[in-house]
């Protein structure tokens, strides 16, 4: 592994000094989303029917957008304000981004991208306008209103948020990359490190720690499994995971926050996600854009990251076509959809 990560670290290097500008790559891809957006506002996937909907994804490109920096903002404000009322439209009397349930797609995830994006653009009367997105997205979390007790792995976790139910059993299913987006866009939505919302969700977290520093999607759990092996750890995990961890008010120099820098330091492959051996390397690929962007993210967050993130957006900029778009050839993570995966990369191309 450190093998391939230190050549993976020098092709990198040869690439950021051999690319367009990440400003550049940015405005291409800003423009190739606002070209896909509908006249009402949205922005479909014609890839998948789940996503066909289109609340999931036009609420991360809307995040990408208005994450992207204040001269796209201004370049493309006609596109993110039609975005903006379109999700405000589809936004239902419980808060909830599921439309008329019958062909729901990714709420959680749409719901935290929405409240990121209108945090960032500092949207008119966002913060009221967004209270029941929020408090919806409270009851989504795997506690003991929703039958989960505080001593079972998915304890403060965030799921899909296809309902606020109790769930049976130990049928749970939270993961760090829901987690993750959900705790930011609390935290950008007002809501305190000291809330029991986002302290359940630090220890979620914390229990998805391994001895190396590494975080993996879910808390030990051999009947679930994981995508790089049982209580393996792997790059978008970690990423997820310090994201998490400083959303919910881990400080820069906290142990465990190091020691998940540390390890994204030493497997600092942004060609590939490191942390997957020969058995499970099937997954790898198809989680290349989401790398990308949770990576960067992660790195922003935590700081000091100026020659990392260098990294990462001389990647995710070589990756676009010259219209601005990219499409993952691999359909795991439904990454083959260029709405997904160029938005993931302009997410990864934010300043």
């Known amino acids: 592994m450190r093998g391939r990560g230190a050549a993976g670290a020098l092709a990198t290097a040869v690439l950021a000094a051999c690319s367009p500008s990440t400003g550049d790559a940015a405005a291409r891809a800003a423009a190739w989303l606002v070209g ?12 998948y029917g789940v996503l066909r909907a289109g609340r999931a994804t036009t609420a991360l490109a809307l995040a990408a957008l208005t994450l992207a920096g204040e001269s796209l903002r201004v370049e493309h404000r006609p596109a993110i304000e039609r975005a903006r009322a379109w999700l405000y439209r589809e936004v239902d009397a419980d808060g909830a981004l599921l439309g008329d349930g019958t062909a729901p797609d990714y709420p959680n995830y749409a719901a935290a991208a929405f409240l990121l ?9 966002w913060r009221s306008r967004s209270a029941p997105i929020v408090a919806r997205l409270r009851r989504t979390q795997l506690v003991e209103a929703r039958g989960v007790a505080r001593d079972r792995p998915a304890h403060g976790g965030f799921d899909l948020g296809l309902t606020t139910a109790p769930v ?11 987690t993750a987006f959900v705790c930011e866009a609390l935290r950008a939505a007002g809501v305190a490190t000291s809330d029991p919302v986002l302290c359940d969700a630090k220890a979620f977290a914390l229990r998805c720690g391994t001895a190396d520093g590494g975080l993996t999607f879910f808390p030990h759990d051999a009947a679930r499994g994981s995508k790089a092996g049982e209580g393996v750890p792997y790059g978008t995990a970690t990423a997820d995971g310090l994201r998490t961890l400083l959303a919910c ?25 490191p942390g997957f051996d020969a058995a499970h390397a099937s997954w790898e690929p198809g989680l290349r854009c989401y790398w ?9 967050a935590h700081g000091h990251s100026t020659r990392r993130l260098a990294a990462i957006h001389a990647v995710a900029g070589a990756r676009l076509g010259e219209d601005g778009s990219h499409a993952n050839p691999v359909p795991t993570m439904k990454e083959d959809d260029p709405l ?11 300043p």
């Open 292 to 300: 990308l962007a949770s990576a960067a993210r992660a790195y922003a």
């Open 168 to 178: 049976p059993g130990d049928a749970a299913h939270p993961d760090l990359s829901v």
């Open 36 to 47: 896909r957006q509908s006249p009402d506002g949205a922005m479909r996937s014609d890839t």
């Open 249 to 273: 008010g881990a400080a820069a120099d906290d142990a465990r926050v190091i020691a998940a820098r540390r390890w994204l330091d030493a497997h600092a492959d942004f060609e590939r996600v």
């Open 340 to 350: 997904v995966a160029t938005a993931l990369l302009l997410l990864a191309l934010a």
């Open 117 to 125: 994006a209108l945090a960032a653009d500092d949207a008119p009367d």
